[in-house]
């Protein structure tokens, strides 16, 4: 399975209360956070709805 490399860019103030728990789910608390996933169809659609806060990598 295919790894990720996900990295908070934009704070979360401002944002809904949905998003902010998207946010909790994939780990992210701070800001330049970095957390890496596997690239699950679960995964793939939280990094879709919050792709203005975040940057995406594949890891090699």
Do not use: F, Y
């Not at 957390?35 to 699950?40: G, N, Y």
């Amino acid at each position: 399975m295919a790894k990720i490399r996900i990295t908070q860019v934009k704070s979360v103030i401002g944002s809904t209360k949905r998003q902010k728990a998207i946010m909790k789910a994939l780990g992210l608390k701070k800001m330049n956070q970095t957390v890496e996933h596997d690239d699950t169809p679960q995964v793939m659609g939280m990094v879709n709805k919050m792709r203005h806060l975040i940057s995406v990598e594949e890891v090699k």
